[in-house]
């Protein structure tokens, strides 16, 4: 083929979730959109805090235009940098300085970026733990290095820690994790970073190299019931974290986050410039102007977090009573359900005759599992009950 066919073949096959997406939006035209209940995509339904329109609003009358869109320094202003570092060590008792962060195109420029600039070898491997968020792989393999994924603990979502560590070895670079999580809403516990960090830091040394984890928080924010989410840069030296605004200020499409990268991690200066290296050669330039002027006023706002919590109770209450098997989200806004067949595939075929649009979780690694994404309409939760009973019917 004269074109790139690893290129090639992303850009011809839509992700199953868009897949879905789509379809949704064929079926609204033709049996009317109250009778379609599309709970596959993770786009924010809760609207912006105030203080995202407030400053746009601002920031449009009293910056000139070079100020407002222009150009910025390619890892990111200095006053956006500053609010975030003074935010966290705040929030965290961390000691953060500005230098520190590089402001990204959102999670998943922050996590290509990252892979690009700790893989140096197509026998470099990362690994991600099931369930798992599935373009983890489509952005390590542009990198040459390959994806190994542990199994789901399917009991409590944690880690399987005797999976990963037979499959951690000499050729490992990171590890990806991802809590809050999607798909599954679990959120990784105190004593499961600890863990972690214990068996990460043993396996450092036995191959002599550092091997970091990737935290990939974008929804660091969004957690029920007062749980609580380790801030892992405490707990392990080697971390990049990488953020994203998309949940926390339900700011998707404006394409804005950060790589964190702590003077803590190994040679952190030459990580810090590999970071920066990686950005200019996947061609990000610098993060949008003026969402990066907004976050620096936004710190520490979020939507509605209980609006998500109201739909989580909801849904969580309507399925369990109906006699799904569902794990109790502690965090993000997907429910994880047990599929009523093997094949979550087949499942989620047969629930799209009821126009219920669900998503299998066999592309997030844990098959016999579908994701029910809620940040949705709460009424289109309350309508689509009749739905999941006649589903559910079908299999009795
Ligand atoms: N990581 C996870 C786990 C996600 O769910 C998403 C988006 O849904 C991303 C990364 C990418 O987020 P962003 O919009 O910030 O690129």
Do not use: W
């Amino acid at each position: 083929m004269i074109y790139n066919e690893q290129m090639y073949e992303l850009g011809s096959r839509r992700s199953a979730i868009r897949e879905l997406f789509e379809y949704g939006k064929q079926r609204a035209a033709i049996v009317g959109a109250e009778n379609v209940y599309d709970f596959s995509l993770g786009n924010p339904t809760v609207p912006a805090p105030d203080c995202v329109d407030e400053t746009i609003r601002r920031l449009t009358e009293e910056l000139d235009c070079i100020r407002l869109h222009g150009y910025t320094s390619a890892q990111g202003d200095i006053e956006t940098r500053t609010a975030i570092a003074e935010f966290l060590n705040n929030t965290h008792g961390t000691h953060f300085g500005a230098n520190d962060f590089y402001i990204t195109m959102g999670a998943a420029a922050s996590l290509s970026i990252a892979f690009h600039a700790l893989a140096t070898s197509s026998e470099d491997e990362f690994i991600a733990i099931a369930p798992f968020f599935p373009e983890y792989k489509v952005f390590v393999e542009a990198t040459g290095a390959s994806l190994k994924v542990v199994p789901a603990d399917t009991k409590e979502f944690q880690i399987d820690f005797a999976a990963l560590e037979q499959m951690v070895n000499v050729h490992t670079k990171g590890v990806i994790i991802n809590s809050p999580n999607n798909p599954s809403g679990a959120v990784y516990s105190v004593q499961t970073i600890e863990r972690l960090a214990k068996l990460l830091g043993e396996k450092e040394k036995e191959y002599g190299h550092p091997i970091f984890i990737i935290a990939d928080e974008p929804y660091r924010e969004i957690v029920y019931d007062g749980v609580e989410v380790p801030f892992v840069t405490k707990y392990y030296n080697n971390t990049l974290v990488c953020y994203s605004y998309s949940k926390s200020l339900s700011l998707p499409g404006e394409r804005i986050g950060y790589i964190l990268v702590p003077q803590e991690a190994y040679d952190s200066k030459a990580l810090y410039a590999a970071v920066a290296g990686a950005g200019r050669a996947l061609g990000y330039v610098c993060a949008p102007s003026m969402m990066q002027k907004v976050i620096a006023q936004c710190q520490g706002q979020t939507g509605d977090v209980e609006l998500y919590k109201k739909n989580r109770d909801l849904l969580y209450e309507g399925l369990t009573k109906i006699g799904y098997e569902c794990f109790k989200p502690q965090g993000a806004f997907y429910m994880f359900v047990k599929s009523l067949e093997e094949d979550a595939d087949a499942f989620c075929e047969r629930a799209k005759e009821e126009d219920l649009l669900i998503v299998s979780a066999n592309g997030f690694g844990c098959p016999g599992y579908v994701r029910i994404s809620y940040c949705v309409d709460e009424d289109m939760i309350k309508r689509s009950f009749g739905a999941f009973e006649k589903l559910y019917q079908t299999y009795q």
